[in-house]
């Protein structure tokens, strides 16, 4: 059974950062593409940032250079550390998982080719 586990929440004022993290446990194969997205409410879900089994990274545009995904596969975890965090980026976050050969190419927004989901985290960002 696979499991991906964010734990927690998170809040803080505008323009101060904030790091997401995924637990992922039971997934066997070693080809993989992990993206994070978010939902706001009003807004459709979309995709922030990806990161494959090989290391290669996809990003939304919207983030700016302000996130960054990274993985430490010795701890099976996925992490998100965000930047200079905006009001507009209150949100559920979640992470997710999908087996890929091809690293995350056009996945980043493909919510409906996700395989596993973690439950989401709430993630408040006040002006």
């Known amino acids: 059974q696979v499991r991906l586990a964010v734990p927690g929440r998170g809040s803080a004022q505008s323009a101060v950062s904030l790091s997401l993290s995924c637990v992922a446990s039971?997934?066997?194969?070693?080809?993989?593409?992990m993206p994070w997205l978010r939902h706001a409410p009003g807004n459709q879900r979309e995709g922030v940032a990806a990161i494959a089994d090989e290391g290669d990274t996809d990003y939304a545009d919207f983030t700016q250079l302000r996130f960054v995904i990274s993985q430490d596969n010795a701890w099976n975890t996925l992490y998100l550390h965000m930047n200079n965090l905006k009001p507009e980026d209150t949100a559920m976050y979640y992470c997710?998982?999908?087996?890929?050969?091809?690293?995350?190419?056009?996945?980043?927004?493909?919510?409906?080719?996700?395989?596993?989901w973690g439950k989401g985290t709430l993630v408040t960002i006040s002006s």
């Open positions: 039971g997934y066997t194969h070693s080809r993989y593409c």
């Open positions: 997710a998982a999908v087996y890929s050969e091809f690293g995350c190419a056009e996945l980043l927004d493909d919510y409906s080719a996700m395989d596993y």
